[in-house]
């Protein structure tokens, strides 16, 4: 039940960011600290997948692989708060399947964006839009919402940790 619970909160994360671009504290740092209280009094993470080592050098490489992505403005602050309460969850390996499916998915909306941008809005096309008073996006500065990949990988990696913690 509580996996349930956990994976209708990423949904619910990529859901946000997705239409709103924007992933709110309470969600983010509200599932982190649910996260830490749960480490402190269980001694395993919330999703029984990890003991307080794994979920902190999780939350410690969480911050590794986000905060340059913020730094450089790819990433929002609530993309590296969402991977990081992730982390506390779900320890190392939700945090890898988080992780690297939200980038596979990242480079495919880019890859298909930019081809899209390329068919659609020749230099041409973009003049006549821009006369004609529609609003035409400069791809340079698309931002893509990280989250939803993060959501999913996050629930792949439930099954899959369960699998690896039960021995």
Not at 59 to 80: E, H, I, K, M, Q
Request: glycine residues 12%.
């Amino acid at each position: 039940m509580i996996a349930v619970a956990a994976v209708a909160w990423a949904a619910l994360c990529g859901w946000l960011d997705l239409h709103t671009r924007r992933l709110p504290n309470a969600l983010t740092l509200g599932a982190a600290g649910v996260g830490a209280l749960v480490l402190l009094l269980r001694g395993e993470t919330l999703l029984h997948q990890a003991s307080p080592g794994s979920a902190l050098l999780a939350f410690g490489l969480a911050l590794v692989l986000t905060l340059p992505g913020y730094a450089l403005g790819r990433l929002g602050a609530g993309d590296v708060k969402l991977l990081a309460a992730m982390a506390l969850l779900g320890g190392l390996t939700a945090l890898l399947w988080a992780f690297v499916v939200g980038a596979f998915a990242a480079v495919i909306v880019f890859a298909g964006w930019s081809l899209f941008w390329r068919i659609q809005f020749m230099p041409s096309v973009y003049r006549w839009v821009s006369r004609a008073g529609g609003p035409v996006p400069d791809p340079r500065t698309v931002r893509i919402p990280f989250a939803p990949g993060l959501a999913l990988g996050f629930a792949l990696s439930l099954p899959l940790a369960s699998r690896l913690a039960a021995g």
